[in-house]
C-alpha cells in the first residue's frame, strides 16, 4: 500500500502563473483534504472533496478549486498565483472513520 | 471542531518521558482526541487517537480525564528523532468535519 501520494514534490512558479497539484488517495479511501502550510504554522484547510463534490471548504478565495475523479483522486489548482501562495501543499485522505493519512506534500514556491 | 490549546514548545533530553498536555474545554459528545507528529517539509503522522480512558500504541500513549477537557500524549524514553512537532486535534474527522490545525507544540530533544 503506498499511502497517500502528492506530485510534484517540489514546484516554481511566478507571480501570476497557475499551478495544478496532483493526489492520490490512500487505498480505500474515498475523501480526499487540501491543506496549505506556510513556514512555522499549522496546516490550514482549503477544502475536502466526497463523491467528486467539494463538500467543505475552508477560508480561501475562488482562485483555489479542485476536482475529485471517479478513482477518488484529487487535482488542486491555483490562478493567478502571488507571492503570499508559497507554502507546502499537503493531502489528506479518509475513509469515513475517525482518521485522516496525510501525503508528504507539495512545495510551492512563487518568484 | 473544538478549540484546542497546548504549550507552544518543549525541550527534553534524550531517554527521558515528555508528556504534552492539550487542553479542549468544548470537546462535545463524539469527539475523539488525534495526535499528529510532523517532521520539516513532511505531512503530518499519525500518532495516536482515543475516546476516553488511557490509549497506548508502539509509539506513544494518550491520557484522557473523565471529563475529556485535556488530554495528555506521553512519549517514552524520547530520541533525538523525536524533534518535531506535535499537533492535539479533537473532532469526529469523518466526510462531515474538517481538521482545524493549531500552531502545535514544537518539542526540541536534546542530547
Same mark, same amino acid.
Not at chain 1, 471517479?70 to 472513520?97: F, I, K, W
Not at chain 2, 471542531?1 to 504534552?20: C, F, R, W
Given at each position: 500500500?503506498?499511502?497517500?501520494?502528492?506530485? /510534484?514534490?517540489? $514546484?516554481?512558479?511566478?507571480?501570476?502563473?497557475?499551478?495544478?497539484? !496532483?493526489?492520490? /488517495?490512500?487505498?480505500?479511501?474515498?475523501?480526499?483534504?487540501?491543506?496549505?502550510? %506556510?513556514?512555522?504554522?499549522? +496546516?490550514?484547510?482549503?477544502?475536502?472533496y466526497y463523491e467528486e463534490e467539494e !463538500?467543505? !471548504?475552508?477560508?480561501? +478565495?475562488? !482562485?483555489?478549486?479542485?476536482?475529485?475523479? +471517479?478513482?477518488?483522486?484529487?487535482? $488542486?489548482?491555483?490562478? %493567478?498565483?502571488? $507571492?503570499?501562495?508559497?507554502?507546502?501543499?499537503?493531502?489528506?485522505?479518509?475513509?469515513?472513520?475517525?482518521?485522516?493519512?496525510?501525503? /508528504?506534500?507539495?512545495?510551492?514556491?512563487? $518568484? | 471542531?473544538?478549540?484546542?490549546?497546548?504549550?507552544?514548545?518543549?525541550? &527534553?533530553?534524550?531517554?527521558?518521558?515528555?508528556?504534552? =498536555?492539550?487542553?479542549?474545554?468544548?470537546?462535545? *459528545?463524539?469527539?475523539?482526541? =488525534?495526535?499528529?507528529?510532523?517532521?520539516?517539509?513532511?505531512?503530518?503522522?499519525?500518532?495516536?487517537?482515543?475516546?476516553?480512558?488511557?490509549?497506548?500504541?508502539?509509539?506513544?500513549?494518550?491520557?484522557?480525564?473523565?471529563? @475529556?477537557? &485535556? &488530554?495528555?500524549?506521553?512519549?517514552? @524514553?524520547?530520541?533525538?528523532?523525536? *524533534?518535531?512537532?506535535?499537533?492535539?486535534?479533537?473532532?469526529?474527522?469523518?466526510?462531515?468535519?474538517?481538521?482545524?490545525?493549531?500552531?502545535? =507544540? @514544537?518539542?526540541?530533544i536534546l542530547p
Open positions: 500500500d503506498a499511502g497517500v501520494t502528492q506530485s /510534484p514534490t517540489h $514546484l516554481i512558479k511566478t507571480r501570476g502563473q497557475q499551478v495544478t497539484l !496532483r493526489c492520490s /488517495p490512500k487505498s480505500g479511501h474515498d475523501t480526499v483534504s487540501w491543506y496549505q502550510q %506556510a513556514l512555522g504554522q499549522g +496546516p490550514q484547510f482549503i477544502f475536502q !463538500r467543505q !471548504r475552508g477560508n480561501f +478565495p475562488d !482562485r483555489f478549486s479542485g476536482h475529485q475523479f +471517479p478513482n477518488y483522486s484529487s487535482e $488542486l489548482n491555483v490562478n %493567478a498565483l502571488l $507571492l503570499g501562495d508559497s507554502a507546502l501543499y499537503l493531502c489528506a485522505s479518509s475513509g469515513g472513520n475517525n482518521e485522516q493519512f496525510f501525503g /508528504p506534500g507539495t512545495r510551492l514556491t512563487v $518568484l | 471542531l473544538a478549540k484546542t490549546t497546548q504549550p507552544i514548545s518543549m525541550d &527534553s533530553y534524550e531517554g527521558q518521558e515528555v508528556n504534552i =498536555t492539550c487542553s479542549h474545554n468544548n470537546i462535545a *459528545t463524539n469527539d475523539y482526541i =488525534t495526535w499528529y507528529q510532523q517532521f520539516p517539509s513532511q505531512g503530518p503522522r499519525f500518532i495516536i487517537q482515543g475516546y476516553k480512558t488511557k490509549v497506548t500504541n508502539e509509539v506513544a500513549s494518550l491520557f484522557i480525564p473523565a471529563d @475529556r477537557k &485535556s &488530554s495528555t500524549l506521553s512519549l517514552p @524514553r524520547v530520541s533525538l528523532s523525536d *524533534t518535531a512537532v506535535y499537533y492535539c486535534l479533537v473532532g469526529v474527522m469523518n466526510r462531515d468535519d474538517k481538521i482545524i490545525f493549531g500552531k502545535g =507544540t @514544537r518539542l526540541h
